[in-house]
């Protein structure tokens, strides 16, 4: 008797995993078009080049919660750029396991995600829009949550922002996102439910990487899933291998379809988070394309980075070297200095008296800011 309960629980623990929807950015399009919402986008050619240059994408994340468990950490939200910032770049760790075949199509969009440093009045802003709801739950397709007076929040000017709702999502719904020019800029943007969002490590669930919101994302600059048409090959990129279904759990390789093996760890599947890790060139022109011709003002705005003064020497002060290893050496003292990550928090702190060295070997690689005297100076960590 307690073999057969195991077996039953252990069915449905499977099964409940396996009715998820992963992604309901097709059935949100058919509900758009059913109230006349929907436009159709028609596609333009890509400009079939090669992309170089790197673009920051300005984000403000809208957290809506009911409860304390839906008002997810400041953490959970820099986890979730974080992964973008890999996955959009091409800097996760799992490309190694990228099979050999596909090697050569992996795709680095060249995209920066950062959360905005103003508010809409231009005072200083974490990027992170934490509103109380009385609504327990949104319906996915009633697009409440993006509306303030149904319990939801309204969009920031949405070309100039790429705007983020974290909320919980009646059903098994864990995201969806609209596709660039399809809809009224009231309701364009990216749904996350919050359970799904960023990195949670604590979760058992298999999509608790951020990979939700990189694949909305991904759809929110005019990706198709990789299985949109089946056998028909039809989301618009050669080196995407046609599928013919959502793939999902963490299957082996080769997997094969449509006469050739299917690419499951391609971020528009349906694949765990464990198990998508990579765009292709064309998915990355795609997106660049969708940018440059549907989203340019996001790239226009400049409230996506601090201010900084970049000559080193205003107002007397000398840093350096610069990238810097472990030793920053500032031609200053009785002074204070700060230094931020790239998300605004405040990593180290010090008041400078005699000693003008400061230690940073213990910060991870990346870039910083050194605040002194009411200034930014942008620092790169080796």
Same mark, same amino acid.
């Given at each position: 008797m307690r %073999? %057969? ?13 396996s ?17 006349g ?7 333009? $050619?890509l400009?079939n080049?090669?992309?170089?240059t ?25 986890s979730q ?31 920066? %995600?950062?959360?905005?440093q103003?508010? =809409?009045?231009?005072? $200083? %802003?974490?990027?992170i829009n ?10 996915? #397709? ?11 929040v309204?969009?920031w ?12 999502l ?26 799904? #969002? ?18 909305e ?6 990706l198709?899933h ?16 046609a ?6 759990g ?13 690419m499951?760890?391609n ?13 292709t ?10 940018? =440059?011709?549907?989203?340019s003002?996001?790239i ?7 201010s ?21 050496y ?6 204070s ?21 400061l230690?940073?070997?213990? =910060?991870?690689s990346?870039?910083?800011f ?13």
């Amino acid at each position: 008797m307690r %073999f %057969f309960i195991f077996i039953l629980f252990a069915t449905f623990s499977i099964s409940s995993f396996s009715q998820v929807q992963r992604c309901s950015t097709d059935e949100y399009r058919e509900v758009l078009k059913s109230k006349g919402l929907y436009k159709y986008n028609k596609k333009e $050619p890509l400009f079939n080049q090669s992309y170089s240059t790197n673009y920051d994408i300005p984000v403000v994340v809208h957290v809506l919660y009911n409860t304390e468990e839906q008002n997810i950490s400041d953490d959970r939200i820099y986890s979730q750029i974080e992964t973008l910032n890999n996955d959009y770049n091409a800097l996760n760790i799992e490309l190694e396991n990228v099979p050999e075949e596909f090697q050569n199509v992996i795709g680095n969009v060249g995209f920066s %995600f950062c959360l905005v440093q103003e508010d =809409l009045q231009g005072n $200083p %802003f974490n990027g992170i829009n934490r509103v109380y709801t009385e609504i327990e739950s949104f319906q996915g #397709f009633s697009d409440g949550m993006k509306k303030t007076d149904q319990g939801g929040v309204d969009a920031w000017d949405t070309e100039n922002y790429l705007n983020l709702w974290v909320c919980d999502l009646n059903g098994n719904t864990l995201g969806f996102a609209t596709m660039p020019g399809s809809v009224p800029s009231y309701l364009d943007g990216v749904v996350i439910d919050y359970l799904y #969002f960023g990195v949670n490590l604590s979760s058992s669930n298999p999509y608790n990487l951020g990979r939700t919101g990189t694949h909305e994302v991904g759809h929110y600059f005019n990706l198709e899933h990789t299985f949109y048409a089946g056998c028909s090959d039809w989301d618009d990129c050669e080196d995407t291998p046609a599928l013919a279904s959502p793939t999902y759990g963490c299957p082996s390789y080769p997997q094969a379809s449509c006469s050739s093996n299917d690419m499951t760890m391609n971020y528009m599947d349906y694949t765990n988070d464990a198990c998508m890790y990579m765009f292709t060139v064309c998915q990355a022109d795609r997106m660049i394309d969708a940018l =440059l011709t549907y989203r340019s003002n996001l790239i226009a705005s400049t409230n996506c980075s601090v201010s900084l003064d970049e000559d080193m020497s205003s107002n007397h002060v000398n840093i350096y070297p610069n990238p810097v290893a472990d030793i920053l050496y500032l031609d200053i003292y009785n002074v204070s200095v700060s230094i931020l990550d790239i998300y605004g928090r405040k990593v180290i702190d010090k008041h400078m008296v005699n000693n003008r060295q400061l230690n940073i070997s213990f =910060l991870p690689s990346g870039t910083y800011f050194l605040s002194v005297r009411d200034k930014m100076y942008k620092i790169i960590k080796g």
